[in-house]
């Protein structure tokens, strides 16, 4: 029997039962929308923390820290934390000198202290991320370091500052609250010492940054302050610091290995440094476990619909003896027979799977808009309203692995109803009643 | 052609034994039959003698417990599955329940063993016309058999069992369902096959009269022959 003529038969015998094939098929419909939704969505989400994290982190950047401050406590976005480890380790601003001289491969070096505290004026405060840090160094690191309004001052006063364009404009809504020469107060609570004791200092906002987008480890950031590296040290009485970031004149890997062994040797492994290769394959390793743990729920409920049709298939079988038996006497091949009910089943799977990621797609759109309604601008958004423009991906991987899934998850579960089909003596089911 | 000196059907001791539990049931035990190409044989029988059970040996539906059975020349016991369904294509069965696909209407029913030998969608479905126009249904070939009297689904049955040009029809009572007016034009139509086509017929029974508008008369008893006439 030809392909296309057991095509013909397997959708004749489907045709005639509609209602029963479209539950069926809507048991896949279910467990691929699931799978293709929810998949879309973490994709969506790790293709656009990897691009901010991509502009925060060039791959020739180093960053050093405390080994127990790890990412923990202080966060991406947020202040880090107090810049010594459990162990009592400490890095410092001055560290920088002696990093610079481990490698020829190094090209510069900048220290950064961060600390929660907050600015205000007589009609504005706002709690805010410090980040005490040369100017000059940092802007060579960093070119998104760049005054949109101002300017950077290199070198710079004592009292003036660099804000993120979100402390100049948090709702993003055209209200600015500075323009360079204002004055502002920047303040935090002393609690080394008890009972803790604001302090403050009166400022100048001499440049407002350009839009960075997106976050990055040490990288400048819409919603932080920069504060000059003596003044913060001056200011916050320390001379730890949170993090030292280390640009490199190239990224090979071995270089970018060499140069972290020997900062990690120099300060006996009591630091951890993170390249930005390593922070990228983390990211990926985390969102791969994500994505196995959702895909696996997901594909649950399609295991659920693969059970659906093996019963289906079943009672069909049942119900369908005696056709079985005639055509089987009129000299059809137990293959021809298997492949007519495999072809039931195929075609459920396909319809199910297509119908499936349409519907899962459109629920990817609807989920991302209602998490990013918070959010401005898709793909980049800030971090302190902690909601993301998420734009749903949908790989060509996640669309051909969804309908496979769907069909072969189809012709696994018809496979032992099929081939019982095919089993079958002609005698016996014509017999059959 | 030498071909015609072997018969289209050659029983020697052929035994039938089903299996009831742990009981044996005899059906068959131990027939000789030999039918030519051409013959128009009538099985006659009591009820339970083993008339279906010769029958669907002959259509290779089944296979016997021993004995030989040849059918054109080749022993069916020494058939593996796919061999058998390569035989019966060439087999036309007409049923006793006419057998027919319900969702199909009559011409699809019709085109099924043409599909089913590979037959291209154009070649089949001129024949199937052909086929039942011969048997007078060609203004019925759109109707499911839901929508056919039983006399009309036998005549498709008929016209189904013909599509492959087999060397010979088997009918199990052909006319057991249908009243005796139809029975009388199914018949004929047999016997037009049989003088115009020579297609060789064996046609289980148990109404004497019908038997007798056969040829040739084989009287099945208890499972064996127990008279071989010409009629
Ligand atoms: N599949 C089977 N399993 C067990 N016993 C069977 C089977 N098929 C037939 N028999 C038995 O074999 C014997 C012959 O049956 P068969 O159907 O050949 O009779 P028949 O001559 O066609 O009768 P009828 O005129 O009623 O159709 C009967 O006793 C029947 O019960
Ligand atoms: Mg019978």
């Known amino acids: ?433 | 052609m030498s071909v015609q000196n072997v018969p289209v059907v050659e029983a020697l001791n052929v035994k039938k034994t089903y299996m009831l539990g742990k009981v044996p049931v005899e059906a068959l035990r131990g027939v000789n039959l030999r039918v030519e190409q051409g013959d128009f044989v009538s099985i006659l029988g009591p009820s339970g003698s083993g008339k279906s059970t010769l029958l669907n040996l002959i259509g290779a539906l089944d296979k016997p417990t021993s004995g030989t059975l040849r059918i054109d020349g080749v022993d069916i016991g020494k058939l593996n599955d796919n061999q058998l369904a390569n035989l019966r294509i060439h087999i036309g069965f007409v049923f006793q329940f006419f057998n027919l696909i319900p969702r199909l209407n009559a011409r699809d029913n019709v085109e099924l063993p043409m599909s089913i030998s590979n037959i291209g969608k154009a070649e089949r479905k001129k024949r199937a016309i052909e086929l039942l126009e011969t048997v007078g249904l060609k203004e019925r070939m759109n109707h499911k058999p839901a929508e056919l009297s039983g006399g009309q689904q036998q005549r498709v049955a008929i016209a189904r069992a013909l599509a492959n040009n087999p060397k010979f029809l088997l009918l199990d009572e052909p006319t057991g369902n249908v009243d005796s007016k139809t029975a009388s034009d199914v018949l004929g139509l047999i016997q037009k096959l049989n003088k115009e086509q020579h297609v060789s017929i064996i046609m289980v029974t148990h109404d004497e009269k019908l038997a007798h508008q056969a040829n040739r008369i084989v009287k099945v008893f208890d499972g064996e022959i127990s008279a071989d006439m010409v009629s």
Do not use: H
Not at chain 1, 47 to 67: E, W, Y
Not at chain 1, 395 to 417: D, N, Q, R
């Open chain 1, 1 to 433: 029997m030809k392909g296309i003529d057991v095509f013909r038969y397997s959708f004749s015998a489907i045709k005639l039962r509609k209602l029963r094939a479209a539950l069926t098929t809507l048991g896949v419909i279910v467990g691929i929308a699931a799978i293709v939704a929810l998949l879309s969505i973490t994709q969506g989400l790790q293709a656009t923390l990897t691009g901010q994290l991509n502009q925060g982190l060039s791959a020739n950047t180093l960053i050093v820290m405390p080994s127990s401050g790890g990412f923990g406590g202080g966060g991406f976005g947020g202040g880090l934390g107090q810049g010594a480890s459990s162990t009592g380790f400490s890095l410092y601003v001055n560290n920088t000198a002696e990093i610079a001289t481990l490698s020829p491969d190094i090209e510069a070096t900048v220290a950064i202290i961060s600390r929660s505290g907050y600015v205000q004026t007589d009609d504005f405060s706002r709690v805010v991320t410090f980040y005490g840090v040369d100017f000059e160094r940092y802007a060579q690191i960093y070119p998104t370091f760049r005054a949109e309004t101002g300017s950077i001052p290199i070198p710079p006063q004592e009292d003036q500052i660099v804000i993120g364009t979100r402390v100049n404009q948090p709702g993003q809504n055209g209200t600015i609250f500075f323009t360079p020469g204002d004055a502002i107060n920047v303040s935090w609570v002393n609690a080394t010492i008890i009972p803790p004791v604001n302090e403050t200092y009166s400022a100048t906002v001499a440049g407002v940054l350009e839009k960075v987008g997106g976050f990055g480890i040490g990288g400048p950031s819409d919603t932080g302050v920069y504060i000059p590296i003596d003044k913060v040290q001056s200011f916050f009485g320390t001379e730890q610091c949170d993090m030292i970031i280390v640009t490199l004149t190239n990224s090979d890997n071995t270089t970018i290995t060499n140069v972290s062994k020997a900062i990690a040797d120099q300060f006996s492994n009591q630091v951890t440094v993170i390249a930005s290769t390593a922070v990228l394959s983390l990211l990926t390793t985390v969102f791969s476990t994500i994505q196995l743990f959702l895909g696996g729920i997901a594909a649950i409920s399609l295991l659920v619909a693969g059970i659906g049709i093996m019963n289906i298939m079943i009672v069909s079988l049942i119900e369908r003896t005696r056709e079985i038996g005639i055509l089987k006497a009129l000299g059809m091949k137990s293959r021809s027979v298997l492949a007519i009910f495999l072809g039931e089943s195929v075609i459920i799977g396909l319809i199910g799977a297509t119908v499936g990621i349409g519907l899962g797609w459109g629920l990817a759109v609807i989920v991302a808009q209602v998490l990013g309604s918070g959010a401005f601008s898709p793909g980049v958004s800030g971090n302190t309203s902690g909601a993301f423009a998420i734009t749903p991906l949908l790989t060509p991987e996640v669309l051909l692995g969804a309908l496979a899934f769907g069909v072969g998850v189809s012709i696994i579960f018809a496979l032992y109803p099929a081939w019982r089909a095919s089993k079958l003596k002609p005698v016996d089911a014509l017999r059959y009643e």
